[in-house]
């Protein structure tokens, strides 16, 4: 039993782990688990790899953002 919310972020409710699977396939999408140490675990229908692809850009932002250096003058 898993607690399922969906991909349009809309909660499910608790549903058994092999209905959860069979909707992620029916979307074409991945079951990720969200939430692995509540009761029930939390699960969400989401493209993974569309997610890791995000994450990693904001990471490089961020980085990107860091390594901008501005000059300071020094008057004497």
């Known amino acids: 039993m898993v607690r399922l919310v969906d991909a349009s972020n809309n909660q499910v409710g608790i549903i058994d782990t092999s209905e959860a699977i069979e909707r992620a396939r029916e979307a074409g999408l991945d079951l990720v688990e969200v939430a ?15 997610w890791l692809y995000e994450q990693k850009r904001k990471t490089r932002e961020a980085h990107k953002k860091n390594l901008r250096h501005t000059a300071t003058l020094k008057e004497i």
């Open 36 to 50: 692995p140490t509540s009761d029930p675990p939390v699960c969400r229908i989401m493209d993974y790899g569309k």
